[in-house]
């Protein structure tokens, strides 16, 4: 007779707080032994100076679009600025084009990362908590369209497309986008399925659970974060993705691909580079929440049970 008490039970048992705190306690005890300083041999100053010289390569043309976001100069990319405005701020709320791209993009966006984080749960956890003939190959299929250059997704995607003779439409973008979202969810969630020990779900079933109970009590607080990450980078990859919505889209347009028909056709450039800077802070913010999210992956809860 399975206990009405279970809920309570398991999450004592297993909840993440405690694992992490166990965590903690471990590196605490660790460092202040002397063997887990964080202080090691300094790095050479050559190789300080080509960091330095790396970073300025990958951002000073991040930093060259803030700029000339307020530039007085609407025609040409003159430098430095003749002066600075913040006038295109308001030309850019005001544009209708803008904001239907903007709107078409997260709702691609949004309805893609669902689609991952549902199919490449599933997938993971297939792979990992099961054994069968092929497990490898059938791996490698899920990844396959992450490693493939996104040209030759496109193309082939198209092709489907037209041989079913499917419309161009929104639906085909985001099964498009969906293609590699999922393997980006998928690597998140079967790295976390193969930390955590199968004894934990055993414990939860001899506590009286049954398979939702085990599910949410255990399963999903240790598959949380991973998720969540692999969501947020799934929403940032499809936000931004020119190549694959080049092929799979009608008469839409996402905002990248304004964004790359305005740099072809220049109509008010600082508008641009305007939509560019938000464009910006939209992948880089959930980036970096995942990342954040993700720096505890190795502390799993009840996994040293």
């Known amino acids: 007779m399975r206990s009405r008490a279970f809920p309570g039970?398991?999450?004592a048992l297993f909840r993440p707080e405690r694992a992490k705190n166990q965590g903690r306690r471990a590196a605490?005890?660790?460092?202040?032994n002397g063997s887990g300083s964080d202080r090691g041999p300094r790095a050479?100053?050559?190789l300080k100076v080509?960091?330095?010289v790396g970073l300025l390569f990958l951002h000073l043309p991040i930093a060259l679009i803030f700029v000339y976001a307020f530039t007085t100069e609407e025609k040409t990319f003159q430098w430095p600025p003749p002066g600075l405005t913040l006038k295109w701020l308001a030309v850019t709320w005001n544009r209708p084009d803008v904001w239907e791209a903007l709107i078409l993009s997260v709702q691609v966006a949004a309805v893609t990362t669902i689609l991952a984080m549902i199919l490449g749960?599933?997938?993971a956890?297939?792979?990992s908590r099961t054994k069968f003939f092929g497990r490898e190959s059938i791996s490698l299929l899920v990844i396959l369209p992450i490693a493939l250059p996104g040209i030759i997704t496109g193309i082939s995607l198209r092709s489907a497309f037209n041989l079913a003779d499917i419309?161009?439409?929104i639906w085909t973008i985001i099964l498009g986008h969906a293609t590699f979202c999922i393997v980006v969810v998928y690597n998140n969630a079967v790295a976390r399925f193969r930390r955590l020990s199968g004894s934990v779900v055993e414990a939860s079933m001899d506590l009286g659970a049954d398979g939702l109970q085990t599910f949410r009590y255990v399963i999903l607080p240790n598959l949380g974060t991973a998720l969540l990450a692999g969501g947020m980078l799934a929403f940032a990859l499809s936000f931004d993705e020119v190549i694959v919505t080049t092929f799979t889209a009608g008469q839409q347009q996402t905002l990248p691909i304004w964004m790359l028909e305005e740099l072809v056709r220049p109509r008010q450039r600082p508008?641009?580079?305007v939509v560019a800077m938000v464009v910006v802070l939209l992948t880089f913010l959930p980036i970096l929440a995942a990342y954040r999210l993700t720096r505890d992956v190795d502390i799993v809860a009840g996994g040293g049970k």
Do not use: G, H
Request: a positive charge.
């Open 9 to 11: 039970k398991v999450y």
């Open 28 to 32: 605490d005890r660790f460092r202040s």
């Open 44 to 46: 050479p100053f050559a």
């Open 50 to 52: 080509a960091a330095a």
């Open 121 to 123: 749960t599933l997938c």
């Open 125 to 127: 956890a297939a792979m």
């Open 167 to 169: 419309p161009f439409s």
């Open 271 to 273: 508008v641009t580079n």
